[in-house]
């Protein structure tokens, strides 16, 4: 396994390659954990060559404080990638990335940013577009992995994509879950004993509300996960919404034939969970 922290060492590196070979990309900010390998494992078996980075991107986050206290796995990470054969690292800093300019561009994505996350998270995803599509060009990935534990990213890369006519295959992969069913997220190491235990309400309160839509409208379902959580002990939500899985548009009332998916934000004290299901 070859690690590069240097743009034009690992594009020398890529360039090397033979003409028909396949890159497969998982981009991460590191805390790797089983769901990211997940991924990787995927792109091992998909691609000739596997390029994995990692970056904590400071233009995605909105509060600096969740920017400080990401998680830093990095040692850790590295023997993670070497144990499942990853063949490339990538692990700038963020003067290589960004020079002494460390902003992000403009995009617009049709809307699919002004839902959810968009609405809670000022500028998140012109942070994650404008990382992704510089990590692109220099990877130059054939296929490019991400989780669906991110569903809204997930839609928004594949929107960058078609909008931007940029080579490369978007393959999402389902979310990867802990035994109680908290959704895997480099987050979770952050939480308390009790927060952690509390956590796995979160996917719970997920398969009920999909057992209850279908028998009774979206409005419905959100008033009683709201219910659900107003006394929560440790658990706060910040939103719940029934969204239409192409547009994001939360939907009031089901039409048939499409699809639709719950999506959820909880805080555990300082520690801002995501999860989601399709209904
Ligand atoms: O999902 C993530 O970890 C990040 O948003 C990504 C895609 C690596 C961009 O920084």
Request: include cysteine; aromatic fraction near 10%.
């Given at each position: ?12 590196r890529i360039k090397s390659f033979n003409k028909g070979i396949t890159i497969g990309f998982v981009p991460t900010m590191g805390a790797l954990h089983q769901g990211h390998l997940s991924l ?240």
């Amino acid at each position: 396994m070859n690690v590069y922290s240097e743009i034009t060492s690992l594009k020398k590196r890529i360039k090397s390659f033979n003409k028909g070979i396949t890159i497969g990309f998982v981009p991460t900010m590191g805390a790797l954990h089983q769901g990211h390998l997940s991924l990787i494992k995927k792109a091992i078996k998909e691609n000739d060559v596997v390029v994995v980075s990692i970056f904590v991107n400071p233009t995605q986050f909105d509060k600096k404080e969740d920017l400080e206290n990401y998680p830093n796995t990095l040692d850790n990470d590295l023997l993670l990638l070497k144990a499942i054969n990853c063949d490339i690292v990538f692990t700038p800093n963020a003067k290589e990335i960004y020079g002494k300019n460390e902003v992000s561009e403009d995009f617009n994505f049709d809307g699919l940013e002004f839902q959810m996350e968009g609405k809670f998270r000022k500028g998140h995803f012109n942070g994650v577009a404008t990382i992704v599509k510089r990590l692109f060009e220099i990877v130059t990935p054939t296929n490019a992995y991400f989780g669906e534990k991110d569903f809204q990213q997930l839609q928004i890369i594949k929107k960058l994509v078609v909008k931007q006519n940029l080579n490369v295959t978007i393959i999402g992969c389902e979310i990867f879950r802990e035994s109680d069913g908290l959704a895997m997220s480099s987050r979770n190491v952050r939480l308390s004993k009790t927060q952690r235990s509390a956590a796995p309400f979160i996917y719970k309160t997920l398969l009920k509300a999909k057992k209850i839509f279908g028998t009774k409208n979206a409005d419905k379902v959100m008033n009683w996960v709201e219910n659900e959580f107003k006394n929560h002990p440790i658990l706060k939500l910040e939103y719940f919404e029934i969204a239409d899985e192409k547009t994001l548009k939360p939907t009031k009332k089901v039409i048939s034939g499409e699809k639709y998916r719950a999506f959820i934000a909880v805080f555990a004290g300082e520690i801002r969970l995501i999860d989601n299901i399709s209904l």
